[in-house]
């Protein structure tokens, strides 16, 4: 089990899923409608997911979810969080 993220509920999937809503995005460009971020930096992943730096990088190191390399910094689409987190919930 991966702490911050409970297996045994269902509420956890669901609070994840609507996790957008809670993160404060910058504006998007005008005439563009973002509901959700197309991508998470390292630190908004941490948030979004309750867990630490560490064990996030120790996910991505494991493969477990994958991650992409923009110049210096990380970055983790939102498609693959959401994968992540329903196969977690899979595994119970």
Not at 36 to 65: E, W
Not at 79 to 86: N, Q, S, T
Request: aromatic fraction near 6%.
């Amino acid at each position: 089990m991966v702490r911050g993220i409970s297996h045994g509920s269902t509420n956890g999937v669901a609070a994840f899923l609507n996790a957008e809503e809670r993160i404060q995005l910058p504006s998007s460009p005008k005439g563009m409608k973002l509901n959700k971020p197309l991508v998470y930096s390292i630190s908004d992943a941490t948030q979004v997911l309750g867990i630490g730096r560490t064990t996030l990088y120790q996910l991505i190191n494991d493969g477990k979810i994958t991650s992409c390399k923009l110049g210096a910094r990380t970055f983790i689409r939102h498609e693959d969080l959401v994968a992540f987190v329903e196969q977690c919930h899979q595994e119970v």
